[in-house]
């Protein structure tokens, strides 16, 4: 079957990629209130690479979920290769050269920054690379967490302004948590698929109710705790513009609630919407720092 680039594009699931290039865009913010001058040619080179690390993942993902029998005909994502679109083997390939065309930018951005930019590379290749495994052992919520927010975020830190920032881990929290709720949503959802195919994720282990209670945190607490921080003098007041992200956080909130009467068909697309309320929520943390470092 041959293939259109569209066909490609699609097979990395783009939609996500706001959990990979928004900690970036946040973190370059950030430095540019609190440091001032920044690398930014190197940070936006970065946002591209981790696209693309993202992309590789998606894929590998897909491939790993196929060959152990989590995605078939009847579950709701990752159908690149269950429609028959294309083959295991394709999304292998395409996989592989994804992570190729990223290893080579990242060793690029080393030569330009430093060597510390590796370690934060590495680390992030292999969180990418075990996803699957710990996924299937109830810790892909915790790689999910590290390696699209904590490992950016220090890594692009150190990009920005040539010296690691840990306080720039006051915004893992509401970023990361935001992206974690794409991946539980996804797994609410798939908690009976999963359980057919043998492996155990965190949304299993606690159970439905207990699941979708978590997501509605995660919906909520990013915003409390940005605001918290303003209150303690540690974000600027601008970031209060996160407020405006409040409406779709709340929709995601109530839509994961119909969880517990309507079962898995109450959360379809649902982790689409949350990595939409991530790219609104990130924007405008970014446009604050922006606004705050300018004014």
């Not at 390696?147 to 990009?159: C, I, N, Q, R």
Request: glycine share 10%.
């Amino acid at each position: 079957m041959k293939h259109t680039i569209k066909d490609w594009i699609v097979a990395t699931r783009p939609w996500s990629f706001p959990a990979s290039a928004m900690p970036v865009l946040v973190t370059l913010g950030y430095m540019f209130w609190s440091v001032g001058e920044i690398n930014w040619a190197a940070g936006l080179f970065t946002i591209l690479n981790v696209v693309v690390f993202h992309a590789a993942g998606n894929t590998w993902s897909d491939y790993k979920d196929y060959k152990c029998g989590v995605d078939r005909e009847d579950t709701v994502g990752g159908l690149s290769i269950v429609s028959g679109q294309f083959e295991a083997q394709q999304i292998k390939r395409f996989s592989m050269a994804l992570f190729a065309i990223a290893v080579a930018a990242g060793l690029v951005l080393v030569g330009l920054t430093g060597i510390e930019a590796l370690y934060f590379g590495l680390a992030g290749a292999l969180l990418t690379l075990f996803y699957p495994w710990l996924k299937y052992h109830a810790l892909g919520d915790m790689d999910i967490f590290l390696a699209y927010s904590v490992v950016p975020m220090l890594g692009t830190s150190f990009v920005a302004t040539g010296q690691v920032q840990p306080d720039v881990l006051v915004l893992s929290v509401p970023v990361g948590l935001i992206t974690v709720g794409i991946l539980h949503s996804n797994n609410t959802r798939d908690i009976e698929q999963d359980k057919r195919a043998g492996i155990k994720t965190f949304a299993m282990c606690v159970g439905g109710k207990v699941s979708t209670i978590l997501y509605c945190l995660e919906m909520v607490v990013p915003f409390v705790w940005v605001i918290g921080c303003v209150i303690m003098g540690l974000l600027p007041g601008w970031c209060i513009l996160v407020i405006a992200a409040g409406k779709p956080a709340f929709d995601n909130a109530r839509q994961a609630l119909k969880y517990n009467k309507e079962g898995m068909k109450a959360l379809v697309g649902v982790d689409e919407k949350t990595a939409q309320l991530q790219l609104a929520f990130s924007v405008l943390m970014f446009v604050s720092f922006v606004a705050a470092a300018l004014w």
